[in-house]
């Protein structure tokens, strides 16, 4: 996969509006040294019919025209476009007019037939594509959507975390932090990239946030967790987009953000180094004995397995898992632990221990 230079930025409107509009913000953008690509939405799948939906081929038509003129990136390469493809018949006119980098959408993500259907349109095109989070939770479909790439023939590949839909995310409470639009749902991408560390991993904190407040944190967070890069939608005047106005920015914004972004390094100082071995021994001992005392868990599981097999008992006691449930979630808050990961570990627990007991109770 291609090596990126980190942090590996785009920025650009969500939705082409106008030559003019286009035209300004491929300007704004050129003169900002960070930036490598800038994306144009030109096609705008809406969840709901009778929104704006892009311009299409216009679009591209005023894409490649500013890209021919004499305006330059930053680094002077010519100026250099991306947008969402959704169709094979949007690949095709992508590659009509000169567009070398597209992304698949959310919800094109979650459907593998348009996926393989678009696959086959990219085949031999050595054309770039990013491929951004299905709207579930479904680390799956994400990881699917990128092997049907690689199947065609695509070796530059990037993904792109745009956060994950909920049920009627507006009525859950917010107790516990921001109210985002796409909730972040870290562990997602980061399980993404122990599967696949080859593929580059961009931040898409516009539609995670869907507030141009929430841009500037969301970037720190993805940079905190060794994200590639980011993608950011950047408008002359977000007051007045026709899509996504809430969460553009401007592009001296952009500026702004970027430059305050404490940009860490893989690897750290030897000094940072030293100090964090004993730490980091630290760690791997607790871990050792965490492992084995799960074991011990388990080998206590199988025990109480034979006994409740022998006395005709069902394997799952609702109320003895309620009242241990309860017990370990007021010891692990009153220590300062979360409550939601202190019971989702405990459910996996649970979980593992009923299969060791059904296990043991079927093999009698």
Same mark, same amino acid.
């Given at each position: ?118 696959? /086959?349109? !990219?085949?031999?095109?050595? +054309? #770039?594509?990013?491929?951004?989070? @299905?709207?579930? %939770?479904? =680390? ?42 796409? /909730?972040? !749902?870290?562990?997602?991408? +980061? #399980?993404?990239?122990?599967?696949? @560390?080859?593929? %580059?991993? =961009? ?162």
């Amino acid at each position: 996969m291609e090596n990126i230079k980190r942090p590996y930025l785009i920025a650009g409107p969500c939705s082409v509006e106008s030559h003019e509009q286009l035209l300004n913000v491929s300007k704004a953008l050129c003169a900002i040294p960070n930036v490598q690509l800038i994306r144009a939405g030109v096609w705008k799948p809406r969840t709901r019919p009778g929104g704006f939906e892009g311009l299409g081929e216009q679009a591209l038509q005023w894409m490649r025209q500013i890209a021919d003129s004499p305006l330059r990136m930053a680094d002077g390469a010519p100026v250099n476009y991306c947008c969402e493809v959704a169709r094979p018949e949007h690949v095709e006119l992508c590659l009509q007019y000169g567009i070398s980098h597209v992304w698949i959408g959310a919800r094109t993500t979650v459907n593998p037939f348009m996926v393989e259907e678009i696959c /086959q349109s !990219l085949r031999g095109t050595g +054309i #770039s594509v990013m491929v951004k989070n @299905p709207a579930s %939770p479904d =680390l799956g479909l994400w990881i699917g959507a990128i092997e049907r790439l690689m199947q065609s023939g695509i070796t530059d590949i990037k993904a792109i975390h745009r956060g994950f839909t909920t049920y009627n995310p507006r009525t859950l409470p917010q107790s516990n932090g921001p109210h985002y639009r796409n /909730q972040p !749902l870290w562990e997602i991408p +980061i #399980s993404l990239h122990r599967e696949m @560390p080859d593929i %580059p991993i =961009l931040c898409d904190p516009s539609h995670i946030g869907g507030s141009r407040e929430l841009v500037a944190p969301l970037c720190l967070a993805a940079m905190l967790i060794d994200f590639d890069g980011l993608m950011i939608e950047v408008h002359p005047d977000p007051a007045t987009a026709w899509t996504d106005a809430n969460q553009q920015i401007t592009p001296d914004a952009l500026v702004r953000i970027v430059g305050g972004l404490n940009l860490q390094q893989p690897a750290g100082t030897p000094d940072a180094e030293h100090q964090l071995a004993p730490l980091r021994d630290s760690i791997d001992t607790i871990d050792h004995q965490l492992v084995g005392l799960l074991a011990e868990r388990m080998e206590l599981s199988r025990k109480i397995a034979d006994i409740k097999r022998q006395c005709h008992m069902p394997v799952f006691q609702s109320q003895r898992w309620q009242s241990v449930l309860h017990d370990r979630l007021v010891q692990a808050t009153a220590i300062g632990l979360d409550a939601s990961f202190m019971r989702e570990l405990l459910e996996k627990i649970h979980a593992e221990s009923v299969r060791v007991q059904l296990e043991g109770q079927s093999s009698t």
